[in-house]
């Protein structure tokens, strides 16, 4: 499988990471041979097994229904980019 | 879920049908949220219901909510649904500054419950029933505020990690009114169950509307999604706007595109939602930080165990063996609330009695007043004692009429208000024949004709002496009293 320019462009900007345009080349070489390494996995037959969502055998452990955290607005917004008050404040996202 | 004839579209060129489904986000009814220990409670200062595990600091890890899951499951039990034994969180990636984590925790491939369905009634008496494709939890989002400051949005991350239902309808509904019905009956199911509030204006349930359209009979057509919406009347208002909107645009020759709508409420419109929705890849996948989620077998029994009766039950119970009508059965279901009070008013007393004054004198209050049944100043355990006085003759039905008006301002009991003004009917017969007496002296006239052979003018004189008695004296008494005196002989 190979991944083409335009699909490093596509991916790049939808983890929102910046990549110039003569970096393209080399990333496309470089996600298509891991993809191609990882593709080696097809050759095992798994005809008649469950996909696997964790490797951990453990169950979910539920906690219990009851509010023992929060209230504490300042360690909230402690790294906040810009604090109004008690709300974060950011770059205006318009609808 | 035929097209009912009255249910089309008509357009320049023919008929169209419209064809709906609904996604429902019910936000849980629980004390903390899905993967943290923070408050879910509606209302607090911004930010102060916020756990680092929400704010999605680096290192911190959800650890899930037990009874957010039990809530999943009595609702799927509820809804007659398919309960999976083994559900998978998923992460859906998207960048939006109320989503600190830069994904949803929520269940894509696998949900917790599977097909499902609700019963609808509509106006004119048809039953129909509308397809449950499924049910998954999610983390709702933050909050944004973009009209606080010039040219900054404000985050309030309260809701941020808050437990949601997400419940998805198959495209099973035909017209608005059938979308508001199924909205409807969804809401009172979740009640019910006690497992969302479903208070639609603090945005415990917000629905997203799939509207397409076709040629009756004729394959899918591409849909729009308007989002958002949190009203019954709103979801009515984007369906009729989006249906007519399509097909004016087909029949113009243009194309419908795939894409999500916003409401104008003021305007009763749908416009295209920019920016957010731009590039829909979610990139969906199992998240690591959370195993599979497995449930018992004893654990879904002993919630099936538990359920309430639920409003087709209660209604179908009223009308069998409280011989209620079904419609009135059905009014007094439709709202928990009012099925609680009604039954806690007519336990031991006689029912079409009870439902006569809760649907009539209660609701005309309430509705006067603007009030729910939640805040009716009057207690079941009043409207029943008022009930009592008129059952025991001790007040007669219009005194019972006119104390109960007191009561609903002042909120004292009946008794108290009889008694302080002295309403006791009076039964006693010197007291009622003094009292005809003086009619009968004063207007000789229609004696006469009475005598003379107009028997109806006995109605006359039972009005004047009720008057006379200002509403205490016993009707039945005076009725029969006046028959005595002005025909026998």
Known sequence: ?95 | MSANGQDLIQGASGEWEVVIGLEVHAQVASASKLFSGADTSFGAPPNSQVSLVDAAMPGMLPVINRICVEQAVRTGLGLGAAINRVSIFDRKNYFYPDLPAGYQISQFKNPIVGEGEVEIELADGRTQTVGIERLHLEQDAGKSLHDQHPNLTYVDLNRAGVALMEIVSKPDMRSAEEAGAYLRKLRAILRYLGTCDGNMQEGSMRADVNVSVRRPGAELGTRTETKNLNSVRFVEQAIHYEARRQVDLIEGGGQVVQQTRLLDTERGITREMRSKEEAHDYRYFPDPDLLPLELEEEMIARIRSELPELPDAKRARYVAELGLSDYDAGVLVAEKETADFFETVAAGREAKTVANWVMGDFFGQLNRSGLDVADSPVSAAQLGGLLDLLDDGTISQRIAKQVFETMFQSGEDARTIVEREGLTQVSDSSEIEALIDTVIAENPDRVAEIRGGKDKLVGWFVGQVMKASQGKANPQLVNQLLRDKLLAG
Request: aromatic share 4%; no cysteine.
């Open chain 1, 1 to 95: 499988m190979s991944v083409d320019k335009a699909t490093v462009r596509r991916i790049a900007h939808l983890a929102r990471i910046g990549v110039e345009e003569e970096e393209l080349e080399g990333l496309s070489g470089e996600l298509s041979s891991i993809l191609n390494w990882i593709e080696q996995l097809h050759e095992v037959d798994t005809e008649n097994v469950p996909p696997l969502a964790s490797v951990n055998h453990a169950t979910l452990l539920p906690r219990e229904d009851v509010v023992n955290d929060g209230g504490d607005p300042d360690a909230v917004l402690a790294n906040a980019p810009e604090r109004h008050d008690d709300f974060f404040a950011v770059p205006k996202v318009v609808e």
